[in-house]
């Protein structure tokens, strides 16, 4: 039974003491991991470590206290969630069943943090440019956030202001053209045109009149 600890894998201080074994890019055959799943991985793991330590403070005085059922319902929803980082050859039909005391449930815990530890170990890399450890990912770099990578390591974002601007050019432009159909339209118009044909072509440049009809 593996034996788990309050840190978090590749702490920050051991980071340096991996640099010198971890490849700085994923070589053939070594698993990779999609972005939703790495961020999946990093929200379950921080819930199940805050849950570990309540239970185990909870059960500070005596581990053989019953479980209460709050903590068997949220334990069990964690534990099935942890279903897919295990190994396929030790993933159960069955779901999860918390066990029935504080110590119990601190084991499952404990067994299921070492199991997203092992998942992590996997699929993460150090990389010594940014100095942090980084999911085997393909496309944008995503460190390990819960590391607390510099922000050098951090993946680049689209500038929201230049999105705003292109997006208000579209607009603009947009309504110059519509104006410009109106304006034609109504020339037409005045040039003596039938009112059956003037009333086609506005109905073609304005889609949304025709749900007057």
Request: contains cysteine.
């Amino acid at each position: 039974m593996p034996t788990q600890t309050n840190h978090p894998p590749f702490a920050p201080g051991a980071q340096g003491q991996l640099a010198a074994q971890a490849a700085p890019a994923a070589r053939s055959g070594e698993p990779r991991v999609t972005h939703a799943m790495a961020e999946r991985h990093e929200a379950l793991w921080l819930s199940l470590t805050a849950l570990h330590k309540d239970v185990l403070a909870l059960g500070a005085k005596k581990l053989t206290a019953p479980l209460p059922e709050i903590l068997r319902i949220a334990g069990e929803g964690l534990l099935s969630d942890c279903v897919p980082f295990a190994p396929k050859s030790g993933r159960h039909t069955r779901l999860p069943v918390a066990a029935s005391d504080l110590g119990g449930l601190a084991v499952q815990l404990g067994q299921a943090l070492a199991m997203l530890d092992a998942w992590e170990s996997q699929r993460s890399f150090f990389d010594a440019q940014f100095g942090c450890r980084m999911w085997r990912v393909e496309g944008p770099r995503q460190p390990i956030m819960r590391l607390k990578p510099p922000a050098a390591a951090l993946p680049p974002r689209r500038d929201m202001a230049d999105l705003r601007d292109k997006l208000a050019q579209r607009i603009d432009g947009q309504r110059a053209a519509d104006f410009q159909r109106g304006f034609e339209a109504g020339r037409a118009a005045r040039s003596g045109k039938p009112v059956a044909e003037i009333v086609a072509e506005v109905q073609k440049s304005y889609p949304r009149l025709r749900l007057l009809d």
